[in-house]
């Protein structure tokens, strides 16, 4: 597999981040080591066994955690706390039950301090992106799973980060629900082409939506693949089942289903 290079001015890299949590007994060597640049129009998708630091690795570019050792640089700047330049979204919506979904959605901007008119733009505009433009006016408990899902990417997007996290943002969804999520995301990224890094356990899904893939293993938590994804496609729709079941796509799957066992110590 190839390795490749993505920095460039505006985009984020991380230093030599190690983070070790100190437990009672013993100390876990969480991560180890991590050199990564993200370009601002990658599409990242994280794959690796439980335990192996993923989602630690998300909460230090959040912000949300400070690396032992190691800087994260945004646009060429430290970032060491949560601020408007990242979003993050998680695998339950969280969205505030007494706030209409349009007002959930202009919350995050309001904390920005924009004028009313460019709110209404953003809210408007990030509705109707995510395929909830007749929804603004509904509670979220009036939502299915998946659109509750959706509003709360589309919650993110209204900030205009930089970069988008996910954390198995699909993980709670139905495999029906799950999909057309995917679909929604890939036109979402074709569209804005917005930094995403997007964690998952699932290699298919890893397949379908990532531009480039990494893989991460456990004692010590680190990337020990970093391919841009050969069965990637560019440009436009495509049927994600006729994607599933190509030869090509099969092969890796296997290949990259065996190199995460390898991690989690199941491997042969
Ligand atoms: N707050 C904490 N205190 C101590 N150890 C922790 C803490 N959070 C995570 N760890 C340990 O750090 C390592 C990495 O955990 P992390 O949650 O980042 O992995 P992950 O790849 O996201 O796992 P999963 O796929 O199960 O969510 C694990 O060994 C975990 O037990």
């Not at 979204?89 to 959605?105: C, E, G």
């Amino acid at each position: 597999m190839t390795m490749i290079a993505t920095a460039e001015s505006g985009g984020i890299a991380l230093n030599g981040i190690s983070l070790t949590y100190n437990r009672k007994r013993s100390t876990v060597s969480a991560l180890q080591g991590i050199e990564l640049d993200l370009a601002p129009d990658d599409f990242v998708c994280v794959l690796g066994p439980s335990g192996c630091g993923k989602s630690s690795l998300l909460n230090i570019v959040a912000g949300y955690l400070e690396p032992t050792e190691g800087t994260v640089l945004i646009n060429g700047n430290e970032h060491t706390e949560p601020n408007a330049q990242v979003g993050v979204v998680f695998q339950h919506a969280n969205l505030f039950p007494w706030l209409n979904i349009a007002k959930n959605i202009e919350f995050g901007v309001k904390m920005a301090k924009l004028p009313r008119a460019e709110r209404k733009r953003r809210v408007n505009f990030y509705l109707d992106l995510v395929g909830l433009g007749q929804a603004g006016a509904l509670l979220p408990h009036q939502l299915s799973g998946g659109m509750k899902q959706r509003a709360a990417i589309a919650r993110t997007l209204a900030t205009e980060p930089r970069i988008v996290l996910m954390d198995e943002p699909f993980s709670a969804l139905d495999a029906l629900t799950r999909e057309s999520m995917q679909m929604h995301l890939r036109r979402i990224w074709l569209q804005t082409r917005k930094c995403i890094f997007f964690i998952t356990h699932d290699v298919d899904e890893a397949l379908l939506l990532g531009r480039r893939i990494l893989i991460m293993h456990p004692n010590p938590g680190r990337i020990v693949q970093d391919f841009v994804n050969p069965v990637f496609v560019p440009e436009g729709e495509f049927s994600f089942s006729d994607a599933r079941g190509g030869q090509a796509f099969a092969e890796l799957r296997a290949l990259l289903i065996s190199q995460i066992a390898n991690g989690s110590g199941n491997g042969s």
